[in-house]
């Protein structure tokens, strides 16, 4: 069903993944101009990428960016138990297959690849890198969950108990948790938007689902010093979700060469599409700017692989 908006042309599609599920996917492209470069988007927990994610992706596709996203299994359009997250690697490993055949279509091959990464996207982003460390030329991280913050985490005992319970009963939603949309968006309509929005899950955290995101942030907080892929990562000052020391923690001990954060002072953790006009604005200007400054300085990505192979073959020597 493509449709054009402004001057981007919107298409979408279902896929099936290895395991036969319908997977919903979309994608954003720049109509007037060769895109200068791929992004692909990585939505939090409970959202999508359509409508959710939609401006984020317009504003990068006028920017000249060609923008895919895919939503997870039991997220948005795509199949599965809404809101329920069996396992981390299913997600992690349906985006590399779906990202990686649109990489390797032969228009794409010489161009620069990105991930974009919002709240548990972020996480996502930085398990895709992992798993194939010298495929991605880049990643935006915002507000990453490295760290589910205290305000939202139930207590430790708590968090005991559920986890005995996961194998008996994964997908009840008992999970005593603070209504994430309250804290996580500042803007009123936003927040009516998203309650709205019936491709948003938005029930208590299920039994599994809470366990996995514990377990993927608690893993990923041990091994921030294996992110090596250049990165910015932004996040407000005043969120509430996910733990911005965290973020400052990636910045200070990951082995990448190219490295950046930005902190936006009495912002919450819905930097992209939850806060203020002119707050979204400043936010967008550095991510255009960060994206635009590694795609500009001339490397095609078959020169980026001949350094690798250079380097490779250098170490082995």
Known sequence: M??????????EEFVLNSRGLKLFACKWIPMNQEPKALVFICHGYGMECSITMNSTAIRLAKAGYAVYGLDYEGHGKS?????????????????????????????????????????????????????????????VLVAPMCKIADDV?????????????????????????????????????????????????????????????????????????????PFIVLHGEADRVTDKSVSEQLLRVASSSDKTIKLYPEMWHGLLYGEPVENSDIVFEDIIDWLDNRTDRGNTRLEREQKHKHDDFSKSK
């Open 79 to 139: 199949a599965g138990l809404q809101g329920y997250l069996e396992n981390m690697d299913y997600v992690i490993n349906d985006c590399s297959s779906h990202f990686t055949s649109i990489c390797e279509k032969q228009e794409n091959k010489e161009k620069m690849r990105y991930l974009l990464g919002e709240s548990m996207g972020g996480a996502v982003a930085l398990l895709l890198h992992r798993k194939k460390p010298d495929f991605w030329d880049g990643a």
């Open 153 to 229: 985490k139930p207590p430790q005992f708590v968090i005991t108990i559920l986890r005995k319970l996961c194998s008996i009963i994964p997908t009840w939603k008992i999970i005593p948790t603070k209504d994430i949309v309250d804290i996580a968006f500042k803007v009123p309509e936003v927040r009516q938007q998203i309650r709205e929005n019936p491709y948003c899950y938005k029930g208590k955290p299920r039994l599994k689902t809470g366990h996995e995101l514990l377990r993927t942030s608690l893993d990923l907080e041990q091994r921030l010093q294996e992110v090596s892929l």
């Open 2 to 11: 493509a449709r054009e908006i402004g001057n981007v042309m919107y298409d």
